[in-house]
T-cell receptor, first 116, second 119 residues
């Protein structure tokens, strides 16, 4: 089975500081997509950032950026200037290349706590 | 745009009864919808993939006769939990697949989830 692993069940960061969440994955494909989703207490899944495997440049979305290491199959999320609203569960996910049945495989999640 | 709704948001039912959960894509047509189950403090587990007009594809270990999925239109998929038992109590999340405007990646848009409690 192709898996996604998040080795940090919980992380804590001081408000305004930077935190990095880790994710590794397994795949036999050369082209695929990687995602980070945020699930706040409301439990609504929110897409934070996506990375296309064939792109070498790391994706960035405002305070969120990724460190994508394709050879190492690593996809970490960096949150800069952490805010109280960033407190949530974060899930790393992998999806296949472009097709309609794009089943996502999720990691186990990391609970991020932000200290004021 | 790309909003997915679920109804109900929370349902309590008695053991042995059936309950239906609706998933709607409000402003787009989704050829593919997905149903997930999430236990407290755990990740999302894919239950089945639903394609409009065809039978759902269930993941290994998911009882298709217990979790009936119907994808009758491009904007509606339903999950019916039949003969519910307390162990079916969980959070059920649906998502709908939509291709990006520039082509390429099919994004998944998630509904807000349905909390099922079986007493």
């Amino acid at each position: 089975a192709q898996t996604v692993t998040q080795s940090q069940p919980e992380m804590s960061v001081q408000e305004a500081e930077t935190v990095t969440l880790s994710c590794t994955y397994d795949t036999s494909e050369s082209d695929y997509y990687l995602f980070w989703y945020k699930q706040p207490p409301s439990r609504q899944m929110i897409l934070v950032i996506r990375q296309e495997a064939y792109k070498q440049q790391n994706a960035t979305e405002n305070r969120f950026s990724v460190n994508f290491q394709k050879a190492a199959k690593s996809f970490s999320l960096k949150i800069s200037d952490s805010q109280l609203g960033d407190a949530a569960m974060y899930f790393c996910a992998r999806g296949p290349s472009d097709n309609a049945g794009n089943m996502l495989t999720f990691g186990g999640g990391t609970r991020l706590m932000v200290k004021p | 745009g790309a909003v997915v709704s679920q109804h109900p948001s929370w349902v309590i039912c008695k053991s042995g009864t059936s309950v239906k959960i609706e998933c709607r894509s409000l402003d787009f047509q989704a050829t593919t919808m997905f149903w997930y189950r999430q236990f407290p403090k755990q990740s999302l587990m894919l239950m089945a993939t639903s394609n409009e007009g065809s039978k759902a594809t269930y993941e290994q270990g998911v009882e298709k006769d217990k979790f009936l999925i119907n994808h009758a239109s491009l904007t509606l998929s339903t999950l019916t939990v039949t003969s519910a038992h307390p162990e079916d109590s969980s959070f059920y999340i649906c998502s709908a697949s939509l291709r990006g405007l520039a082509g390429g990646l099919y994004e998944q848009y998630f509904g807000p989830g349905t909390r099922l409690t079986v007493t």
